[in-house]
């Protein structure tokens, strides 16, 4: 799956840096791009599989699932060469590395708000987990109302010339958080990001309702379930 996943994101590598003529127009910084395009889809099978764990487990035990779904992306090499270029930077592996963070990226959507903290909790405390970053939108929501908690993690991927260290941007959230998100997404694709006053102060307004019924929601759940058998806070912190 990964593999098909990567060749569409090296599709727009050889035709882009044919009319850049930068560094990549050299075969061997080429091949390492590559490379390490294929490493990040390693790391996001590898994480998904941890999340895959995680649910299954959960579930065997609690009889309850905390995570509703994930999703994961590799980033496109258009995508990667667009980054680049608006930070003024040259188009090699280092750079990659070290300025595009977000080539492996995966999505958790869970119910609850405690679900996300919890899954988060779980992903971090494994040992070969290291977070190097925590943006928690949800306790700090951006202006324009996003809510979501993002961890930049990094995963060792064993390979057959040895193990490399591997970043990926995981995203979770909840299911309302998420129906905010992806209605935003495509708002601000429609405005090309210059949204009218009006519906900024709806979306403002929608991002405040999904926010009070996430609250109500985990009320609801934590009031139903009070015995304390159902339920990851519940479960994860007795
Ligand atoms: P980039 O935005 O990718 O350049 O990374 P960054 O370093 O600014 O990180 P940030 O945490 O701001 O955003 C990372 C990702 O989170 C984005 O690529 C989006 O997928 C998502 N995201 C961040 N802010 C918003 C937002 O306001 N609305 C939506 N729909 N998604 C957002
Ligand atoms: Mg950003």
Redesign the pocket.
């Known amino acids: 799956m990964y593999l098909d996943e990567t060749e569409t994101a090296l599709a727009g590598l050889t035709a882009r840096h044919q009319t850049r003529g930068v560094v990549l127009d050299d075969a061997s910084a080429g091949e390492a791009v590559t490379r390490l395009m294929h490493e990040y889809s390693f790391g996001i099978t590898e994480i998904r599989t941890k999340l895959d764990i995680l649910r299954a487990e959960f579930l065997m035990l609690h009889d309850y699932n905390p995570i509703e779904h994930i999703s994961s992306r590799l980033k496109s090499m258009p995508s990667v060469l667009e ?1 680049l270029d608006r930070k003024g930077l040259p188009v090699d592996e280092e750079h990659i590395r070290a300025a595009v ?2 080539v492996a ?1 995966l999505r958790v959507v869970c119910s609850f708000r405690s679900d996300v903290y919890a899954v988060a909790q779980m992903l971090s405390d494994q040992a070969d987990v290291t977070v190097l970053r925590v ?1 928690d ?1 949800i306790e700090r929501p ?1 202006p ?3 809510r ?1 908690l ?1 961890l930049l993690v990094e995963v060792p991927v064993f390979l057959s010339r040895g193990v490399v260290p591997v970043t990926a ?1 995981i ?1 979770l959230r909840t299911a309302a958080m998420d129906f905010w ?2 209605l ?2 495509k708002i ?1 694709y429609k405005y090309r990001g210059d949204i009218p006053a009006d519906v900024l102060a709806d979306l403002h307004a929608s991002a405040l309702a999904v926010d009070r019924l996430d609250r109500q929601m985990h009320d609801l759940h934590q009031r139903v379930h009070a015995d304390g058998e159902v339920g990851v806070a519940a479960s994860a912190t007795a």
Do not use: N
């Open positions: 980054k963070t977000d990226g943006r939108y951006k324009i109302g996003y979501s993002h941007e995203q998100a992806s935003e997404h601000m």
